[in-house]
């Protein structure tokens, strides 16, 4: 009886070996746009997909690189990302005639598949000043040192050529898709992010050891949400030191005009939007003092009218501070110099006008009161005898007559005096 129990049970499991399995699940990719340079803003962007990818359990996730390079600190959240991630990431320079240069280069090599669409390139590493000029002295030493060993780290523990990413980092070497594919400083080239991924499906990642499941994907694509391109836009040096320009301006003309509200409101918002741009980046304290002298002195200009110097040193100090606002030990941006010229200009230019105007306004005579309606020629509108009502400056004025005759109606007068109780003294003209 028992034989017959496991005889049965034997054809059972046999019949159930040859049965064709389910079909398995669609694999599903995260394809993650990243054609921009590597700010806090876009890093967030990026390891924000990667978390996402992790937390809805997706078989891999690609970022499509396409990259000038940019901030160290922000270039280090999303290799560390990368490298923390369960989910495997791809990096894929694409599409053709895309680049992953500096920061870049760092991204593509954290990557589990480090991969480029043909007529690409990636390279050119080596760390460079706020103003895109080599670092000097020991300070070049310290920085390209500390770059060298991280690139060369990555590229080790991803099974990749480590003497070339220390070549990208100390000659700014750089390579088309086909000879990085030769050197082994990449994984493999493909034409399409399909292709890539049929390519990839059941290779094992170094050095976490994910096999790789994404043939025939679904592939779900991500781009920057407006609001994100709207940060990165407000990191723009250029803009900040626009902010700074017409905040700085807005608070010079509320405080010479109190009251006026407009230029107060549009200079405060300004500022802020400025600020959030100085704190997002590295920035220079000698440049923030720059401005704020600046201000300082356009300021004194408009109460203190020096005949422009004040205006001129101004203009200057903006100037100068607007080149050496941000840090150049960890950046790589910086204020255009014919922005800076310009926006710098206009300020002098705005603040000169004002300071004219204020000058001309204390010279000119007093446009209101006694001494201002004293030799006015008026028309009389009741009869003065001894008083009645004369029309003069627009206005209409209790006087009297400085005789002892009537004045009719419509006969013009020229004011002689004005009392205490306002009432105006004429005589015939």
């Known amino acids: 009886m028992k034989s017959r129990v496991l005889r049965g049970l034997l054809i059972a499991f046999a019949a159930l070996a040859v049965v064709p399995p389910a079909a398995a699940a669609t694999p599903r990719v995260l394809a993650v746009e990243f054609d921009n340079d590597v700010n806090p803003v876009t890093a967030d962007y990026v390891t924000g997909e990667i978390d996402r990818a992790n937390r809805e359990h997706y078989d891999a996730v690609v970022i499509l690189l396409d990259t000038p390079g940019g901030l160290s600190d922000a270039m280090k959240d999303i290799y560390e990302k990368e490298l923390a991630s369960k989910v495997p990431v791809i990096v894929y320079v694409s599409p053709q005639g895309a680049r992953a240069a500096s920061a870049g280069v760092w991204i593509g090599q954290a990557g589990d598949i480090l991969a480029m669409a043909p007529q690409t390139n990636i390279g050119s590493s080596t760390p460079i000043s706020v103003g895109g000029e080599d670092i000097q002295r020991d300070l070049r030493r310290k920085v390209v040192n500390d770059a060298a060993a991280s690139l060369r ?187 800076a010229l310009a926006i710098a200009g206009s300020l002098a230019l705005a603040t000169g006008l004002a300071a004219t105007k204020i000058v001309q306004a204390r010279r000119a005579p007093v446009v209101t009161g006694q001494s201002e309606l004293i030799g006015q020629i008026g028309v009389v509108r009741q009869t003065l005898d001894p008083e009645g009502l004369v029309f003069v400056h627009g206005e209409l004025w209790r006087a009297r007559a400085d005789n002892s005759a009537p004045v009719s109606p419509g006969r013009e007068v020229r004011v002689e005096q004005l009392d205490d109780e306002l009432t105006l003294t004429v005589a015939p003209t």
């Open 153 to 339: 780290g990555l590229a080790k523990e991803h099974g990749r050529n480590v003497k070339w990413a220390d070549a990208a980092v100390r000659r700014a070497s750089n390579l088309t898709a086909r000879e990085a594919l030769r050197l082994n400083v990449i994984d493999t080239i493909a034409p399409t992010l399909p292709a890539l991924l049929d390519k990839v499906d059941g290779q094992k990642t170094v050095p976490k050891g994910i096999v790789l499941h994404t043939a025939g994907a679904q592939v779900d694509e991500v781009h920057m949400s407006l609001w994100k391109r709207a940060l990165d836009l407000l990191i723009d040096p250029n803009i900040i030191a626009l902010m700074l320009s017409i905040g700085l301006l807005g608070i010079i003309v509320e405080l010479w005009n109190p009251g006026l509200i407009f230029p107060g409101t549009v200079g405060a918002i300004s500022l802020i939007v400025a600020l959030f741009g100085l704190q997002v980046l590295p920035v220079s304290a000698a440049g923030v003092l720059l401005m704020i002298l600046a201000a300082g002195f356009f300021g004194a200009e408009l109460f203190l009218p020096s005949h422009g110097a004040l205006t001129l040193a101004g203009a200057v100090c903006f100037f100068i501070g607007a080149l050496m606002l941000f840090d150049p030990a960890g950046s790589a941006y910086q204020v255009s110099t014919s922005v």
